[in-house]
């Protein structure tokens, strides 16, 4: 389920911290707690694939400000919404409509329009481009201990994590193993550096990717995210009509 939900901004122009996924996670986090206390808490459990994702803040109009921490938005602003499970959509969706007045980062909004999107009729072999980036980590030993290591696509490891990942959401999804059937073939690729909480910070991917494999297991990306981190607005992407 993918949803587009629309702000209206209290004032023409507004501002948007470049970092700003954490503020949206929030956003989602209190409109289920709203709705489904215990869904919220069963969603903050550690160490386990929360099973939804979410666009970057978008606006219709934007500007640069010039190498400071934030763009400048005009117009309305939007993001997208996205999981494979209807309680999380029906929690966060309800939540919004019921309380459709929006603060982020000091900055007011109306949720004017929360649509429901379809989803593609098939996955493998289509071209994805990413909506958030996505992060895939490891750890590596550093000065004794193991720390975590940002990988790029340059690297093998980042598609066996990247698959890796995939495997676990979908055992989480359908209680058992998936096909091994996975291959994803960057044609692009944009490192991009977000904080993610104070002082500390994540490294992950813009990425244009064709994908082939299991239909349920790329839906499982498209749906709940590919990648690691996806409650905290990493890893969603869209279907790229305009390639083959």
Do not use: C
Request: aromatic fraction near 14%; hydrophobic fraction near 35%.
């Amino acid at each position: 389920m993918r949803f587009l939900i629309r702000l209206v901004p209290e004032n023409s122009e507004f501002k948007v911290p470049y970092s700003h996924q954490h503020y949206l996670q929030g956003l989602i986090y209190r409109r289920i707690q709203q709705v489904n206390p215990d869904l919220s808490l069963a969603l903050h459990r550690p160490k386990v694939p929360k099973l939804f994702t979410y666009s970057l803040f978008m606006a219709e109009k934007r500007r640069s400000s010039n190498g400071l921490s934030y763009f400048t938005g005009k117009g309305k602003a939007f993001f997208y919404f996205s999981t494979p499970i209807i309680e999380i959509a029906e929690a966060f969706i309800g939540g919004l409509l019921q309380n459709p007045e929006v603060i982020l980062w000091n900055e007011k909004f109306h949720a004017e329009i929360v649509k429901a999107l379809p989803e593609p009729l098939s996955y493998s072999g289509k071209v994805y481009s990413t909506l958030s980036p996505i992060a895939v980590t490891t750890l590596k030993p550093s000065f004794g201990k193991l720390r975590q290591h940002d990988l790029s696509p340059m690297e093998d490891k980042f598609y066996e994590n990247l698959k890796e990942n995939l495997k676990e959401k979908y055992v989480l999804l359908y209680g058992k193993e998936p096909p091994d059937d996975l291959e994803i073939k960057v044609l692009k690729a944009k490192p991009k550096r977000f904080e993610i909480k104070q002082g500390i910070f994540q490294r992950a991917w813009h990425l244009v990717f064709k994908a082939y494999g299991d239909e349920d297991l790329l839906r499982v990306g498209y749906q709940a995210g590919f990648g690691e981190k996806n409650s905290l607005g990493f890893g969603m992407v869209k279907v790229d009509g305009r390639r083959k």
